[in-house]
């Protein structure tokens, strides 16, 4: 799971991107392996990878965000650090890819960079969020992606959920959706993600890699 130098996580909004995003940057790390995270998503939403920068730079991850994250200024400023990730390569690379127009785009500026390296592009999904419940969503939500950031979704992440109230009946639901996605996009489950405490419990999707995760992101009212 770990294996590529830049691993991209694109998904619509609430489907639990930046989640998956951060908890994979964790396990690198884990791994022995030099880790950078690059947030893009540069209009501000309510989950930012700066939310917890104290975090993962405490894990000895590299943090690179938007010049105006976390703030009300939502200006499309990139910094200079994101071209360096495609300089240095001793990094493992995890980019988080807002969930809009304006994130694919803003990934689509370093669409020759990335091609060029060894590189893997999951789309997360998250069936019990708006405009990613049925099959023909899902496909139309990954066709706008892929056009606008320029590069194919290689394999699709299971992070079905609904916060606390989630469960491995779920992931199941989830599983059968994506199926269908599968099979018409030819775009393997890469991995199912979910929360340990309802990951463990969920006996599907055999042959099936697993991220198990922790909470890291708080919603504005957690903080």
Do not use: C
């Not at 943090?63 to 200079?80: C, E, G, K, Q, R």
């Amino acid at each position: 799971m770990f294996s590529k130098r830049i691993t991209i996580f694109t998904g619509h909004f609430g489907s639990g991107k930046t989640e998956v995003a951060v908890n994979y940057a964790l396990q690198t790390a884990e791994t022995g392996k030099k880790t950078a995270i690059v947030d893009l998503d540069i209009v501000n939403p309510f989950f930012r990878t700066a939310d917890v920068r104290h975090r993962l730079e405490a894990e000895g991850i590299k943090v690179i965000t938007p010049v105006y994250a976390n703030t009300n200024v939502d200006v499309p400023s990139l910094p200079p650090e994101i071209s360096g990730m495609f300089e240095d390569r001793s990094y493992s690379v995890i980019i988080d890819v807002g969930g809009d127009d304006l994130g694919a785009r803003a990934v689509s500026r370093y669409r020759e960079q990335i091609v060029s390296e060894d590189y893997i592009h999951y789309f997360v999904v998250n069936t019990r969020r708006p405009m990613t419940r049925t099959p023909e969503e899902i496909i139309r939500m990954i066709t706008e992606i892929q056009d606008r950031a320029g590069l194919k979704v290689d394999m699709l992440v299971n992070n079905a959920n609904v916060l606390g109230e989630s469960t491995p009946d779920l992931l199941a639901e989830a599983s059968r959706i994506l199926k269908a996605v599968s099979t018409r996009l030819s775009i393997p489950v890469g991995f199912i993600s979910g929360m340990e405490e309802v990951l463990s419990r969920y006996d599907g999707g055999k042959g099936i890699e697993r991220l198990y995760m922790k909470k890291n992101i708080k919603l504005p009212w957690e903080q």
